[in-house]
T-cell receptor, first 113, second 116 residues
Framework: EPEVTQTPSHQVTQMGQEVILRCVPISNHLYFYWYRQILGQKVEFLVSFYNNEISEKSEIFDDQFSVERPDGSNFTLKIRSTKLEDSAMYFC???????????FGPGTRLLVL | KNQVEQSPQSLIILEGKNCTLQCNYTVSPFSNLRWYKQDTGRGPVSLTIMTFSENTKSNGRYTATLDADTKQSSLHITASQLSDSASYIC???????????????FGRGTQLTVWP
């Protein structure tokens, strides 16, 4: 069964460094999402992406964040200058159409020191 | 303000017993409601999805109900198994006028622990 994959599974970085989290959505999916989950808290929406552009972003998704679909398969989340509070699990999700179920990847656990 | 509240926060039951998890929401305009299961350190996995017109849906031992008038949903798990130990998250999608894109609002989840 096709699934969303994410790399790396874990990343440790120093505050102020740039990180790129990578996702490979399910191949025939058209809508892509990033979420984050701070330890012990609820999953929070970051951004949705469709037709090669951001369709919606939350207040969390400030100028330090960017997303890109550099080729036909990868979907990346870049954090330009990480802060301690960026430490969280980051989930990528994708779906075929706007009304269908989103399939989540296994997540990347980011730790900013 | 769009919110999703779940109760209880955590629940411990014995293997083989049934349990019911609750979800209240204020998301508007409502599109659909989903229950996800999230194992520790993993991504959420969809269990059920219900639209406005559906008031019950089953998936194996999981049965979800929806009362769109009172904006409440429940997830009933029958004959619990050790592998049911996970966080169960209620997720409500808000519709957008003129768009098929729906933003998801997550509850904090109910942490279920099944003991042998």
């Amino acid at each position: 069964e096709p699934e969303v994959t994410q790399t790396p599974s874990h990343q440790v970085t120093q505050m102020g460094q740039e990180v790129i989290l990578r996702c490979v959505p399910i191949s025939n999916h058209l809508y892509f999402y990033w979420y984050r989950q701070i330890l012990g808290q609820k999953v929070e929406f970051l951004v949705s992406f469709y037709n090669n552009e951001i369709s919606e972003k939350s207040e969390i998704f400030d100028d330090q964040f960017s997303v890109e679909r550099p080729d036909g398969s990868n979907f990346t989340l870049k954090i330009r200058s990480t802060k301690l509070e960026d430490s969280a699990m980051y989930f990528c999700a994708s779906r075929t159409s706007g009304r269908e179920t989103q399939y989540f990847g296994p997540g990347t656990r980011l730790l900013v020191l | 303000k769009n919110q999703v509240e779940q109760s209880p926060q955590s629940l411990i039951i014995l293997e083989g017993k049934n349990c019911t998890l609750q979800c209240n929401y204020t998301v508007s305009p409502f599109s659909n409601l989903r229950w996800y299961k999230q194992d520790t350190g993993r991504g959420p996995v969809s269990l059920t999805i219900m639209t406005f017109s559906e008031n019950t849906k089953s998936n194996g031992r999981y049965t979800a109900t929806l009362d769109a008038d009172t904006k409440q949903s429940s997830l009933h798990i029958t004959a619990s198994q050790l592998s049911d130990s996970a966080s169960y998250i209620c997720v409500v999608s808000a519709s957008r006028r003129g768009s098929t894109l729906g933003r998801l609002y997550f509850g904090r989840g109910t942490q279920l622990t099944v003991w042998p």
